[in-house]
């Protein structure tokens, strides 16, 4: 999940906030004084130990009825002194009586930076799934049912939650900053993923890294990472609505180029809810797409980088193309030179009916706090989906998995302050160099990627031009996957998606276990 950005911010590769959540600090414990005003100089800070709830359950998908093991713990992971550094939380699901060294595994986490794996672990992969209609809102009271498009069925998963997130922490709490940064966190995960393949006696089997959003900025460096400190292959990285060079995604003053990857998602929203001119009515989604992405391409960049030189007939020709691609009024695109970021576009697209829409999926649309705003307060998808999926999951962790902890799951934390300084100092992030690295060594690595036409977070044409740049051998391009969905960034809330994307899931998973 990648955070929202706060509106009239500019739009950098330092991710901001959209939802503020407070960080849950527990107590120290002392020994020896029940009550200390002060700790004395002696006394030792709580010990965090391995603790790991063990279950077993049966699970039906695809027709087809298995035993599985589900294991909820942590394991604590130790820095380059041998010290203890960081529990890290999380929740595995191993089908019984298998080989391990044919049994394929999948290492499951979302993005943020600060999200945990609840949104792929209910929303998508597990074995049970949010109770949504087939348009992905969810039915209210909130509750988990069987996941008939579970690929638990194709591979053993393991959710992961890095350092703040879940119930992983810090050890002590409070250094939890040393891991808010890209090489951090991606060599944390390395480390949890180290070990729970050594424990696991899993170094044998298909392996496979599946993030969503941030998250596959961090499949991306920690393929590279497993490859290059522990000599551990990966098969495979599947990439939900991906972001690996930050550029495309960020505009500002001096980067234009992101207003032109946003466009055919703009249209597609708009397409959505009957806003393009009337050239374009009676269009089909595909034809909609294919003419927002040639003009994205093509004369709309043409005149982005003109800036100031463009001649009044050249702009009025970019305003009329414009307006009817993307709902909005020719004097509202003059007013922002011809450049309209996400958050103005999510408030300005319905503001004749007083709705917001989604950034995170164009589909969605709420009531915002401020109607006469000229940006969106808050982003109605999590508005939507973020309570219920809050209070399933926290169900499912104490009546099914026999989790009891009084401390806070943390679903989504702020972490505003994430650090990309220690691998992308004065330029954007891009961990696509680092893909290209790991293929270029492993040329056996595939890689699946799922985008969402809806989703103006991360969206979709951004990731083709990635992609298209990477200046892969030709030999390794056939290696990567394109896949496009009728959805938003979490494609997998609508039905028709979810079904898809678990058939080309599972086809890709079985593929990828025999190279």
């Known amino acids: 999940m990648l955070m929202n950005l706060e509106c009239g911010n500019k739009l950098t590769y330092k991710l901001g906030s959209l939802l503020a959540l ?40 695809n027709g087809n009825a298995a035993k599985y093991l589900i294991t909820a713990g942590n394991y604590l992971i130790k820095d380059e002194h041998g010290k203890e550094s960081a529990s890290i939380f999380f929740i595995a699901y191993t089908k019984e009586n298998v080989d391990p060294a044919t049994r394929p595994i999948t290492f499951c986490f979302n993005g943020g930076p600060g999200s945990s794996s609840v949104w792929l672990h209910i929303g998508a992969f597990g074995p049970k799934r949010l109770v949504m209609n087939d348009d992905g809102f969810p039915i209210l009271p909130p509750r988990l049912e069987p996941n008939a498009n579970s690929i638990l069925d194709v591979t053993d998963l393991v959710f992961i939650d890095p350092v703040s997130t879940g119930y992983s922490k810090a050890i002590p709490e409070e250094d939890s900053k040393k891991f808010h940064s890209v090489s951090k966190d991606v060599a944390s995960v390395g480390e949890f993923i180290r070990l729970y393949v050594t424990r696991n006696n899993r170094w044998l089997s298909p392996k496979f890294l599946a993030g969503e959003s941030y998250g596959t900025t961090r499949a991306a460096a920690l393929a590279l990472y497993l490859h290059a400190n522990f000599r551990m292959y990966v098969n495979g990285i599947i990439m939900i609505s991906s972001i690996l060079n930050f550029q495309p995604y960020f505009p500002n003053g001096g980067n234009d180029l992101p207003y032109a990857m946003s466009l ?212 390794l391009r056939k290696n990567i996957q394109n896949n496009f969905y009728p959805a938003g960034h979490m494609m997998f809330v609508q039905k028709a998606s979810l079904v898809q994307l678990k058939k080309d899931l599972a086809q890709f998973i079985e593929q990828a276990s025999r190279s």
């Open 264 to 475: 055919p998602s703009y249209a597609a929203t708009a397409w959505y809810h009957k806003k393009l001119g009337p050239e374009y009515q009676g269009w089909d989604l595909p034809r909609v797409l294919k003419e927002a992405e040639n003009y994205a391409s093509g004369d709309y960049l043409i005149a982005l980088q003109k800036g100031d030189a463009l001649t009044p007939e050249e702009q009025q020709k970019v305003i009329n193309k414009l307006s009817s691609l993307t709902g909005l009024s020719k004097e509202y695109l003059e007013r922002y030179h011809l450049r309209v970021p996400i958050h103005r576009f999510s408030k300005a697209l319905l503001r004749d009916e007083n709705r917001t829409i989604g950034r995170f999926d164009g589909r969605f649309k709420g009531i915002d706090a401020d109607e006469e705003g000229e940006c969106c307060t808050w982003d109605p998808t999590y508005s939507i989906l973020f309570g219920p999926f809050t209070s399933a999951f926290n169900a499912y962790l104490k009546t099914d998995l026999k989790v009891d902890r009084d401390e806070e799951y943390e679903i989504l934390a702020s972490l505003p302050n994430w650090d990309y300084s220690d691998t992308a100092s004065n330029q954007y992030l891009n961990v696509a160099d680092s893909l290209k690295e790991v293929m270029s060594k492993d040329p056996h690595l595939k890689v699946f990627v799922a985008s969402g036409y809806y989703d103006m977070a991360t969206p979709y044409y951004a990731g083709v031009y990635t992609l298209n740049h990477m200046k892969l051998d030709p030999s």
């Open 22 to 61: 407070f960080l849950f600090l527990a107590q120290s414990l002392y020994a020896n004084d029940p009550q200390p005003q002060q700790p004395p100089e002696h006394a030792s800070p709580s010990v965090v130990k391995e603790e790991q709830s063990v279950t077993k359950q049966t699970f039906t998908i």
